[in-house]
């Protein structure tokens, strides 16, 4: 089961039990240490009186996503700052948040299971203070009766008086069954099913994943299984932050002993950090350092160091540059080797935030569609970062896996293959192209390249000798990494030449 890394139940611990008492009458959940009333601190009168105020910013948070499809990384935050949670208090309502959002797959399945009229018989406000008090109940230490009364309270404070009873009662018969039943009588017949129900992931990127590791997800062996449910935990698992050291400002080294943390294992320029702010650091204030995935920086070190047939002219190209920190990292490599970059944004605020990125730097930024882009036989060096599903970074978004769907990749397809295809037009003979995604799924990777190699229009070179010091990046030529295995996100990238003859 998937933990949520704040006050987790240990392996094997039980749910406390609940006394029974009259719903109508029960009092307040205890509050943490330090916290306080959320009404003290909302400048709107948004916030729920009757509860403490990490519950009552975790709920609000939660309705946001729900009512407004808005992504918690950003709506959270927001709302932790206006409420002026810190410490403690500030990381209950985090985890209450993602972890509720993460697991919602577990969460529904025992609510709809014990609603005698499903789950979609109740009201959005219901369900996400249901929600909120269910993942209290398998996931955390909090007291039983702390995680019932608290729900029933928001239910009630929300006009919801007729509610409480309903919610009440769910939630006992929630707290009366421990976690490891509960996983054990809802999952899936079928292993595939089952391990992603277990690790809090639709069956369909459970299955994505498996055929990336290049395992069949149709007969899983225990070693595949196992490797399968690293590989979804470690999807759930919040990703640490990654600095990258801007070359010609500062090494890694360098970087490592101003912010205290520790250099990356693959690559040059990366610094991981224990904690705490990045933001706060006086290299990042200062432009010298950003906040980027290691796996992002290997991708922009290898279009910068993939060999080309003939002379760089120094013209490199970023077709699908936004938000920019893959071409602020290129940008300046190609400071120091005197070359200039072309960025492209098809969004204009996109486009923006890779102007605020490459300042200084020799980028020019263009608000355009990719595809439409540029003259052919141009540049020595293109990056095509696709749009794609992110599957590969799911566990920055606690609940993108439940927004997404697997109709997403196919409509996603002719696109990623259009700027493939317009990058090898825009690179000249013996130039290179880098082909990324955010998504490890074989239908936005080994397809895509695939497709374009058997089209003549390019040859696959060796991604992995860019790359050396990182092991286990599947059996094809291109680099496919992990969170279970190498810490980055899932990232995915192919180099390709463009061959001799190729524009004829």
């Keep these: 089961m998937s933990q949520g890394g704040f006050r987790s139940r240990s392996k094997g611990a039980k749910v406390p039990s609940t006394k029974r008492s009259n719903p109508q009458h029960q009092g307040r959940g205890k509050q943490g240490k330090g916290q306080r009333r959320a009404s003290q601190y909302s400048k709107r009168g948004g916030f729920l009186r009757s509860v403490d105020t990490p519950r009552a910013v975790a709920f609000e948070a939660l309705r946001r996503v729900s009512d407004e499809g808005a992504y918690a990384n950003l709506a959270l935050p927001a709302l932790i700052k206006e409420a002026k949670l810190k410490g403690r208090d500030a990381a209950f309502a985090t985890e209450l948040t993602y972890g509720t959002l993460r697991n919602q797959g577990i969460v529904d399945a025992v609510i709809d299971h014990l609603a005698a009229q499903g789950i979609d018989s109740i009201s959005p406000e219901v369900l996400d203070a249901m929600r909120l008090g269910v993942y209290q109940l398998l996931f955390t230490r909090v007291e039983a009766h702390a995680a019932v009364d608290t729900s029933v309270n928001i239910v009630a404070e929300r006009g919801r008086e007729q509610a409480k009873g309903f919610v009440n009662g769910v939630l006992r018969q929630v707290a009366r069954t421990s976690p490891e039943q509960w996983i ?100 990042v204030q200062q432009g010298m350092a950003a906040v980027q995935d290691e796996g992002s920086q290997l991708i922009a070190n290898a279009l910068v160091e993939a060999p080309v047939e003939g002379r760089d002219t120094g013209k490199w190209l970023d077709l699908c540059a936004g938000p920019g920190g893959k071409a602020a990292l290129i940008g300046s490599l190609a400071q120091i080797d005197q070359a200039t970059v072309d960025a492209v944004e098809v969004s204009k605020h996109r486009a923006g935030l890779v102007r605020g990125a490459v300042e200084g730097l020799p980028v020019e930024v263009h608000t355009a569609d990719g595809r439409e882009f540029g003259t052919p036989g141009s540049y020595d060096r293109v990056l095509v970062d696709a749009p794609c599903s992110g599957l590969g970074a799911l566990r920055r978004r606690p609940e993108a896996r439940w927004r997404k769907a697997e109709r997403d990749i196919d409509e996603l397809h002719p696109l990623q293959l259009a700027l493939l295809r317009r990058a090898l037009e825009l690179t000249r003979e013996g130039g290179v192209v880098v082909y990324s995604t955010c998504s490890p799924d074989i239908r936005e990777t080994r397809r895509i390249v695939d497709t374009v190699v058997q089209e003549g229009a390019a040859v696959e070179l060796d991604a992995k000798a860019l790359v050396p010091s990182m092991s286990n990046t599947g059996s094809a030529a291109s680099v496919q990494m992990w969170p279970h295995r190498h810490g980055t996100d899932a990232m995915f990238f192919a180099v390709l030449r463009k061959p001799v003859g190729a524009s004829r």
């Design 184 to 283: 054990e009588r809802l999952s899936p017949a079928t292993p595939l099913a089952a391990l992603a129900f277990q690790h809090a992931h639709p069956a369909w990127i459970a299955r994505s994943f498996a055929q990336a590791l290049e395992l069949d997800p149709t007969l899983l062996s225990q070693d595949d299984a196992k490797e399968l449910a690293d590989a979804l935990e470690a999807d759930s698992e919040r990703p640490g932050v990654h600095l990258v050291a801007r070359p010609g400002e500062i090494t890694a080294e360098e970087l490592a002993l101003v912010s205290g943390g520790e250099q990356g294992q693959y690559s040059p320029y990366a610094v991981k950090l224990p904690g705490g702010d990045p933001g706060a650091i006086e290299a």
